[in-house]
Every structure is written in structure tokens, then in C-alpha cells.
């Protein structure tokens, strides 16, 4: 059986309609009758709650948001499908990802590290920004960001998902990071300037010094920390290291990459005030 967490996710959701006619389970924290594939209660929260739904020779595709609790829950499932004899984890982790970086990466490092030594066989997917995440950014028309004037590369989710889908209905491959991108990398202005031309309206990028973004993001209301940290990573990413794009999804699904005019028509409501 391959067992789907975060199924109710971005990833997760487009994932559990790939899996349709597999022999294939959502695990979720609510009932969630559209999804494609039968459901079961459980909760990062109480790995035990994902344990119990494991069985010898299953895969495991293991995601969800981060909390302060992830890293603790997500080590707990890994070892509990250890346990259980589990014959592969696809895990979601994040470009860059590394132990003692900084937010999502480097909890995501110690998980993947984790992950690496669990002896159970692994593929983890270490994607860029997701496009998904566009909409809510470019609320009202303009998106501030400390990115700076470097391409930065996004990929779609449902790649992700496809990735995904490939490794768990294949025979299991060998361990292997697969660093996950969209097929071409746009400075922030040169995806307000797609964005623009899909929905017809002006779309614009204004970019922010550091310490301008830091207090901006205050001002949305996330804690001080955060807010400076995030603002860093923001003009690290932008600094060129995001640029690079690879053939990974293609390599892995036969299909390159969606391209942004492609998320762009099947996501134009999402951008409408
Ligand atoms: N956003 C980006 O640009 C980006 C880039 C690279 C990597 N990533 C990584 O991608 C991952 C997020 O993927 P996504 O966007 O597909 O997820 P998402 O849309 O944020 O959804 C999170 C999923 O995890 C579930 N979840 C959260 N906490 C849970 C818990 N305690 N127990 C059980 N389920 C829980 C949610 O369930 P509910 O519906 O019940 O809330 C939901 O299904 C994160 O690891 C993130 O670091 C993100």
C-alpha cells in the first residue's frame, strides 16, 4: 500500500489523484471524502497514530507543513516505519536544506539527515519555491520581497506530485536526493510581468532592503524573529543560488517541468482579490 500524509496539502492533494486505482491511503486530520483515495485519521502530532497504519513492504510518502513540533514527529514516523518494515519514504524536504540553516531548511536538514541513516530506502525531493504560494503573495497586485534582482527558480506543485507519484508506483530505486525544479528561473519583476499579461491587470514586484522586509512582515504579523530571518533568506535565495534549474522532473516522469504561462491559466482565480 502506499500511504499518502499531508494528503490534504498542496502536494498531497494532487498526489492522492495520481494514486487513484493504486492500492493507496490518505492519511489526514479531518475527513476528506474528495480525494481520490480512501482515508484514515491520524496526526503528525501522535506519530503512534501514523505508525499503526503501516505494514511491512508498504511506501511511504511522508509531508506536511512545518510547526514547532516537526522535527520530533517527523524522526517519530520515520523510525515507527522502521519499525514496521516500511520498503520506501518519499519525503519532502526543501532546496538548500541542511542541519543549523535556517528556518524550514534547517529543520528539514536534520530531518532528511535523520531520514538518511533510518535504514529504511529513501528518495527525498528537495524542491524550489513553490508557484502555489504566488497568489497569496501577490495579493492585491503587488508583492513586496527582499529578493533583490536575480532569477529565483519555482516549480508547480503538481510536478512535485508527479515526482512523487513516479517513485511510489515504481519499483524502488536506489536511495537518492532529487532537487526538484521549474523549467526556468524569472527575477521577482519578470514574474510580476507574467502574472500581469495571464490575468490581463498590472501585477508589480516591489523590492525591500532587508531590514525594510524584515519590518514589513512585523507589520503582517510574524514575530520579529521570523520576520528577520525570513527576510535574510529572502535575499539569499535571491542571490543567484535559486537559479539554477535541473532536468530532475523530467528525468524522473518522462514530462518536463510546468511552465508558468501553464500555473498561470489553470490558477488565474486564485489570483482575483
Ligand atoms: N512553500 C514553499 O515554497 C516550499 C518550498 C520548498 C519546500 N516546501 C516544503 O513543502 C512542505 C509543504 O508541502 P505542501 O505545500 O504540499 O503542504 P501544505 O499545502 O502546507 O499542507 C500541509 C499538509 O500537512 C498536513 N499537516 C500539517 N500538520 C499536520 C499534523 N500535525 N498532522 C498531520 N497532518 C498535518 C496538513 O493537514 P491539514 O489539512 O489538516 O492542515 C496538510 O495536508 C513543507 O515541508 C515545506 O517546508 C515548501
Do not use: C
Not at 78 to 93: H, P, Y
Not at 115 to 134: D, E, H
Amino acid at each position: 500500500m502506499i500511504v499518502v500524509t499531508g494528503a490534504t496539502g498542496n502536494i498531497g492533494r494532487a498526489l492522492a489523484g495520481r494514486l487513484r486505482g493504486h492500492d493507496a491511503l490518505a492519511v489526514v486530520r479531518r475527513p476528506a471524502d474528495d480525494l481520490g483515495i480512501p482515508y484514515k485519521l491520524a496526526d503528525f502530532d501522535r506519530p503512534e497514530t501514523i505508525g499503526e497504519l503501516l505494514s511491512p513492504g508498504d511506501r511511504l510518502f511522508l509531508n506536511s507543513g512545518i510547526w514547532p513540533g516537526f522535527i520530533d514527529a517527523h524522526r517519530a514516523v520515520i523510525d515507527l516505519a522502521a519499525k514496521a518494515g516500511v520498503a520506501q519514504i518519499v519525503s519532502v524536504s526543501v532546496r538548500d536544506a541542511a542541519p543549523g540553516a535556517k528556518l524550514g531548511m534547517g529543520l528539514h536538514g536534520v530531518v532528511d539527515a535523520h531520514l538518511r541513516k533510518s535504514g529504511v530506502p529513501w528518495a527525498i525531493l528537495q524542491p524550489s519555491g513553490f508557484m502555489q504560494t504566488l497568489p497569496r503573495d501577490f495579493k492585491g497586485g503587488t508583492m513586496y520581497g527582499s529578493y533583490g534582482p536575480a532569477p529565483v527558480n519555482y516549480i508547480d506543485t503538481r510536478d512535485i506530485a508527479d515526482v512523487a507519484a513516479t517513485l511510489l508506483t515504481s519499483p524502488v530505486g536506489p536511495d537518492r536526493d532529487h532537487l526538484l525544479t521549474g523549467p526556468e528561473s524569472l527575477s521577482h519583476e519578470g514574474i510580476a510581468a507574467e502574472i500581469g499579461r495571464a490575468l490581463g491587470r498590472p501585477a508589480r514586484y516591489v523590492n525591500l532592503s532587508v531590514p525594510e522586509m524584515a519590518a514589513h512582515l512585523e507589520r503582517q504579523g510574524i514575530p520579529q524573529e521570523f520576520a528577520g530571518e525570513l527576510a535574510e533568506l529572502q535575499a539569499r535565495t535571491g542571490d543567484g543560488g535559486w537559479a539554477a534549474t535541473t532536468t530532475v522532473v523530467k528525468d524522473v516522469t518522462g514530462r518536463p517541468p510546468r511552465t508558468w504561462p501553464t500555473f498561470l491559466a489553470d490558477h488565474t482565480d486564485a489570483f482575483m482579490p
